[in-house]
């Protein structure tokens, strides 16, 4: 149903490749992210919050829309997209045809997060998983817990609080995480607040912002930025400041130290271990396929423990350097 | 222990010096003697012996948290650390959850449970290993790991741990600082023996804490007048002093070691010594008038035993420079020209093996400047540069003593090997092999860890991953492309190295990206450096 190619995954019963590597004719997206959304293709299919997200990037590239759960028919399959619980709008793709049912879940987790839809588990014959984080030493611990420790973190630290994340997905769920425990603004670099405005019109809930833009100085507030704007002049108008970062790879302590961050945030929109074998059985799928990251440790996990017959599948990866 | 590991996270999450001393003082406030006792002797940098095999808890780690041996392995890989990896994956079998029970104190936990296992069966050992990570949480797994193995480091120099026992103790740093030397068992007597207003009572072996100089980065002109300061050779040997006191003699290392066994040939000079005296000086291979290379002096250091050869191929002498105590009396108060004074004094004809270091004449820095060119061919590492007005003090202020070292060896050469550091780099390959060039072949001359910035680190740990030639184990052997500056201390004639040269303190000066590795020096030009050494 799903085989390899040079483009990324391909479904040639569909016609379509899933969040292809090169521009294609057709390409169905899982979410917004740019290492999944890439430009130059013919024509794309994804969820409506991920073509908000995706407008302005894609350009004018023709992009249609499908609804979480709605169906629709591509060449000889049916395709219908559901959530992943990865970011607003991201989506597995279940992909139904002659060969069964193939789901492709594209970047997950299972934590509540308060800024998209729950991931919702799929019976399927054949699952095509992520592997970001897949060795056991990733789990990650309640998510409420920490959002109140990063509160603490800024609420006792008269300097700037500078935490860096992700732009996209990263900072809207740490902005709505905040919004439920303060009422105080936070400061956002120009990377982040674009996005928040989609999410606010998806009718997310986020903590109120304020763009950085040309402020100085900005004691005692809490900003958030992207990892790109670390170590840059950007950083000058702050005149004394503490360093935090936002990620899943923090769950091993020398990272923090080794990076030279003040504070570390074990906070990931990916799936830990104990996520990826939960949905792995609550799928009930016969042949798992494993992308990026840790694959090759899951897939043989998957073999000789578990007794589920389990493959390698994409192009070979590094764990992504900033651990989304 | 839960207490311990509050403050152990505390202090790894902040690079506040004066957030780390307010963290350690509320600890002191609030644990109780026996445990802070304990805590002040890891913050001070001491160390449990090993009670068990790092092989030997990965196999429980292994077993516990019910993975295979593969996946530990990989896990392991990436965290970089076994203690880590441990808690990490007892922590996700158990999906965060650790058992209610309480947890033992810190003191308790070494005393009763960590320190009786050092001659118990391996199963023993095993199971009572395994009954304490159940026990535990991630943190305390982490940290009751490093015990076990011997590798518990906590990120505070034991100087910190001092101010903020002395805040707590509502006492002079110095004061705290003299309790602290010598030998220091953790116990809840001894710790409120540190903290009481007087001592109870001093341990007569007990040296002074030393007196550390900073490394001089401006020119000397900056120091004023010349005049002002007392100018030494920079002894190339091992920093000691000499404690003469209750009918017995100490030579205790700046490391705070009792080395006094190690050099019977000094024995000598102890004698002469008159009771209630304390010197400050150097230990060194000694003949002919002159001082031996530092390599000398290790080779003796490395002997198990000593025999009437190698004292007589490295007779060791000591040169003084400092009087710290005299009658029994505490002199470091006074300035240095009073104390230097009594020294002379006291030095004068006592013994062939203990002489005072002479204070180096030269009217101008820049007269100074030009002896200290000379340092090289007299064995010394440069020159000491003292205030006579300075009291002794402890630890390593800055202003009145400067170490003013001769600039240190430089080759060019070629990164060979690379393995994952230690500690925080584990994930990196930080630990690299330089190779110099003989007849057409690349002969491995140095190991350096250090000299990086972390950009660079990471931009050579991403290119070593991809251009790796083979791997043997942990090491891998990489093209050689890329030519670094290594600086060094010293240089020796060795056996134990391939390339029969072996180099002291070698550190990554920079990363020549301009030079080929055809430009690197060869075995002959390193050899070459020898010779200039002696
Ligand atoms: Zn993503």
Redesign the interface.
């Known amino acids: 149903m799903i085989v390899d190619s040079e483009q990324g995954l391909f479904c040639p019963d569909g016609g379509f490749h899933l969040d292809p590597l090169l521009p294609v004719e057709r390409a169905v997206l899982t979410h917004a992210h740019g290492d999944h959304a890439r430009a130059g293709s013919g024509a794309y299919l994804c969820t409506p919050e991920t073509a908000a997200l995706l407008r302005r990037r894609l350009g004018d590239a023709s992009i249609e829309t499908l609804r979480q759960g709605e169906r629709r028919v591509v060449g000889s399959v049916t395709v219908s997209l559901h959530p992943a619980g990865h970011m607003l709008g991201s989506a597995q793709v279940r992909i139904e045809g002659r060969a069964g049912v193939w789901v492709v879940s594209g970047d997950y987790k299972r934590e509540p997060d308060p800024s998209c839809a729950p991931f919702e588990p799929l019976r399927c014959d054949a699952f095509v998983t992520e592997a970001s984080y897949a060795?056991?030493?990733?789990?990650w611990?309640e998510p409420a817990a920490l959002a109140r420790e990063i509160v603490a973190w800024w609420q006792g630290n008269p300097a700037t609080s500078v935490l860096f994340c992700y732009a996209l997905g990263k900072a809207q769920r740490l902005l709505a995480e905040i919004a439920r425990i303060s009422d105080r603004p936070v400061w956002v670099h120009g990377m982040v607040e674009p996005f928040a405005q989609v999410y606010r019109e998806h009718g997310v809930r986020l903590a109120e912002t304020r763009h950085v833009g040309d402020e100085r100085g900005l004691k005692g507030e809490l900003v958030l930025a992207p990892i790109t704007a670390r170590g840059t002049p950007w950083m000058k108008r702050f005149r004394s400041f503490e360093q935090a970062f936002a990620s899943g790879i923090l769950?091993?302590?020398?990272?923090r130290?080794?990076?030279?961050f003040?504070?570390g945030f074990v906070v990931s929109d990916h799936a830990?271990?104990?996520g990826l074998l939960r949905t792995i059985r609550e799928t009930g799928a016969q042949r798992v396929y494993a992308m990026h990251g840790?694959r090759d440790?899951l897939v043989?996990?998957l073999r000789?423990?578990e007794g589920i017959d389990a493959a390698p599948i994409g192009r070979a990866q590094p764990a992504d350097p900033e651990g989304d | 222990m839960r207490r311990f590991a509050a403050l152990y996270d505390a202090l790894d999450s902040t690079n506040s010096t004066n957030a780390k001393v307010a963290a350690m003082q509320a600890y002191f406030a609030e644990a109780p003697p026996g445990d802070a006792a304990w805590a002040l002797f890891f913050l001070t940098g001491g160390r449990l012996k090993r009670l068990i095999a790092p092989r030997l808890l990965a196999t429980w780690g292994c077993e516990r948290a019910r993975v295979p041996g593969w996946l530990f392995e990989e896990s392991f890989g990436l965290a970089g650390d076994l203690a880590e990896t441990i808690a990490l994956l007892v922590d996700t079998e158990r999906n965060g959850h650790s058992a209610p029970g309480k947890t033992p104190p810190l003191s308790r936990l070494i005393e009763d449970r960590l320190l009786p296992l050092r001659d118990a069966p391996e199963e023993q050992k095993r199971r009572a290993v395994i009954e304490l990570w159940d026990a535990l949480d991630r943190r305390e797994i982490f940290l009751l790991d490093k015990l076990l193995t011997g590798e518990l480091r906590v990120g505070v120099s034991g100087t910190l741990a001092i101010r903020a026992l002395a805040q707590h103790a509502g006492l002079p740093p110095a004061v705290v600082a003299h309790r602290l030397m010598g030998s220091w068992q953790p116990s809840a007597a001894a710790f409120a023996a540190l903290i009481a207003p007087e001592a109870a009572e001093t341990d007569a072996s007990r040296p002074y804490p030393f007196f550390l100089a900073s490394q001089l980065e401006e020119e000397p002109e900056t120091l004023g007048d010349p005049a002002q300061w007392l100018v030494e050779w920079k002894w190339d040997g091992i920093r000691a002093q000499i404690v003469r006191r209750a009918g017995g003699v100490f030579l205790w290392s700046r490391g705070e070691e009792l080395i006094t066994d190690r050099f019977p040939d000094l024995s000598g000079v102890w004698a002469t010594l008159p009771e209630g005296t304390v010197l400050d000086g150097e230990v060194l291979a000694f003949s002919g008038g002159a001082p031996m290379p530092f390599s000398v002096l290790q080779r003796r250091i490395g002997r198990q035993k000593l025999s009437p050869k190698i004292l007589a191929d490295a007779p060791a002498a000591f040169m003084a420079y400092d009087l710290l105590e005299l009658g029994r009396a505490d002199l470091r108060g006074q300035p240095l020209s009073e104390r230097r004074e009594k020294l002379a004094d006291l030095v004068q004809g006592r013994s062939e093996r203990l002489s005072l270091s002479a204070a180096v004449k030269g009217g101008s820095w820049a007269e100074l400047r030009e002896l200290r060119k000379q340092a090289r061919e007299r064995g010394v590492e440069g020159l000491m540069l003292k205030r006579w007005s300075s009291p002794y003090r402890h630890g390593r202020p800055r202003g009145d003593w400067w170490k003013w070292k001769i600039e240190p060896y430089a080759i060019d050469a070629v990164l060979v090997y690379a393995q994952p550091g230690h500690g925080r780099r584990a994930t990196l390959m930080t630990d690299l092999t330089f190779a110099l060039w003989d007849g057409g072949e690349l002969v491995p001359v140095a190991k350096a860890y250090s000299g990086l910035t972390d950009e660079e680190i990471d931009r050579l740990d991403r290119w070593i991953r991809q251009h790796t030639i083979e791997r043997f184990g942990p090491v891998r052997s990489v093209e050689p492309v890329h030519v670094f500056e290594l600086h060094f201390e010293g240089i020796a004639e060795s056996t134990r190295h391939r390339s029969g040269v072996a180099v002291r303190f070698p550190r990554i000066a920079r990363w020549r990206t301009d030079k080929k590795p055809q430009d690197a020096d060869t075995l002959q030009t390193l050899r070459s450096l020898i010779r200039v050494a002696r």
């Open positions: 060795l056991p030493l990733f789990r611990d769950r091993i302590r020398g990272t130290r080794r990076r030279g003040d504070r830990d271990w104990p840790h440790a043989r996990y000789e423990v």
